[in-house]
């Protein structure tokens, strides 16, 4: 089911602080920000060689990464997305299994234009595990 690494995901306190971090202190290429109304959050991507870095901030007061910043004032690992082929039939396949999906369960758009679910930590060793379809 899975595919490769799409990105790993940081949630910061403060996106220009952390992006400046990544652009300066680790001379790495970060693009501009983009704001993801229906996701909460406002993202920044680190490009790498192999993989991408996302790095997260809070948008407005319901943002779903506000709790974990709260637990996490300085930042922290996120989430963790993988590339799937096919986000409906993984979401089915998981489900048949008895894995949870965030949320209603259908894939919403994410900051690359493409269709992504969450699934539930407590179901993969701790880890928010978002899946891309690319
Ligand atoms: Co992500």
């Not at 290429?29 to 959050?41: F, Y």
């Amino acid at each position: 089911m899975l595919g490769r690494v799409n990105h790993v995901a940081i949630a910061v306190p403060n996106l220009a602080s952390a992006a400046e971090s990544y652009r300066v202190t680790l001379g790495a290429s970060v693009t501009e920000p983009q704001v993801l109304p229906e996701h909460g959050v406002t993202v920044v991507f680190v490009t790498l060689p192999n993989t991408k870095v996302e790095l997260l901030e809070p948008l407005g007061d319901t943002s779903p990464i506000a709790a974990f910043l709260a637990r996490n004032p300085s930042g922290g690992m996120h989430h963790i997305c993988y590339e799937v082929e096919d986000i409906v039939a993984a979401r089915d396949t998981l489900k048949a299994s008895g894995a949870r999906v965030l949320g209603d369960g259908e894939p919403k758009i994410g900051a690359h234009g493409k269709p992504v679910l969450f699934l539930h930590p407590k179901d993969f060793q701790g880890t928010l595990i978002e899946l891309e379809q690319v």
